[in-house]
């Protein structure tokens, strides 16, 4: 950080407006949230929309949910339209539903693509899978390559349909689980080396959406017990859970029962329902 910011965080309240905003977003980026929120507060202090925004954004950051929603209150009423948006996804955090489905009907009114697509994901948490796809297909059609990307990764869960490559493709660079289907899709229509290329692609991107998939491609069609192990370790170190119970089934078919059991206990704790069996047999077996 220059010394020229550091004079006007010095000097902050003879800062004009635009200086304030400014500072604040360099400060921001260098993760400097604590001068970057003061910044952010004077401004809104000043009347600045684009301030409280920038503030909610700031307060997101460092997980403050209900004083960011305050903070885009304020942006909302001074006409800042972004800010329902993210609004949205913090009451989700709070586990607002009615409201976060409040702010993203908003956001849609508003024009902003964004808005379907975070009220599909909203109600595909809830169950509601086809007034989810509903949404992120008018998010699709207003533009939102991102909402076709989704769409089209559960329209293929659903009919594994051969005629959603080109959307998949288009999409994988846009959602980890447009990538891990087009893999999927690859495979099941025989393209067994372009599918395996697909899904290293996304391992090697660190998108864990690829690494089970991989490591069932290399376990039980290409048989190498190696690299299987490889893509599920990674999965697992993100936290998947069924990349540790499919890990622990390779470790015990191989000998290593003390890591097959750690996996598995990882697997449970993860909420794999499957694996408290499977460690059952593995204990009473051994």
Avoid at 250 to 264: F, K, S, W
Wanted: glycine residues 10%; proline residues 2%; charged residues 25%.
């Amino acid at each position: 950080m220059d010394e020229d910011i550091e004079e006007r965080l010095r000097n902050m309240a003879q800062l004009r407006l635009d200086d304030l905003l400014e500072a604040g977003c360099e400060l921001a980026e260098a993760s400097r949230l604590a001068d970057a929120e003061s910044c952010f507060r004077q401004a809104m202090r000043l009347g600045s929309a684009d301030g409280a925004f920038n503030l909610g954004n700031c307060l997101a950051e460092q997980e403050r949910w209900t004083e960011a929603v305050d903070a885009y209150d304020v942006a909302i009423a001074g006409g800042v339209a972004d800010a329902r948006l993210n609004l949205g996804i913090v009451l989700h955090e709070l586990g607002d539903l009615a409201g976060e489905i409040r702010a993203y009907q908003q956001a849609e009114a508003g024009g902003d693509s964004g808005g379907p697509l975070g009220m599909a994901f909203a109600l595909r948490e809830q169950g509601d899978r086809e007034a989810a796809l509903a949404a992120a297909q008018r998010s699709a059609a207003s533009g939102n390559q991102t909402a076709a990307a989704v769409a089209a990764c559960w329209q293929w869960c659903t009919s594994h349909d051969p005629s959603l490559e080109p959307d998949l493709r288009a999409g994988a660079a846009l959602f980890p689980s447009a990538r891990a289907d087009l893999g999927d899709l690859l495979l099941t229509t025989g393209r067994i080396e372009e599918g395996r290329q697909v899904l290293e692609a996304g391992m090697k991107l660190g998108e864990v959406e690829s690494m089970l998939p991989l490591g069932n491609l290399y376990a039980d069609v290409l048989h190498d017990d190696a690299a299987a192990v490889a893509a599920y370790r990674a999965g697992a170190a993100l936290g998947d859970a069924h990349s540790h119970h499919n890990l622990a089934v390779l470790l015990e078919q191989n000998g290593d029962l003390a890591g097959a059991e750690h996996h598995y206990r990882r697997a449970i704790e993860g909420g794999d329902t499957l694996a408290i069996r499977a460690l059952r047999e593995l204990l009473e077996e051994n």
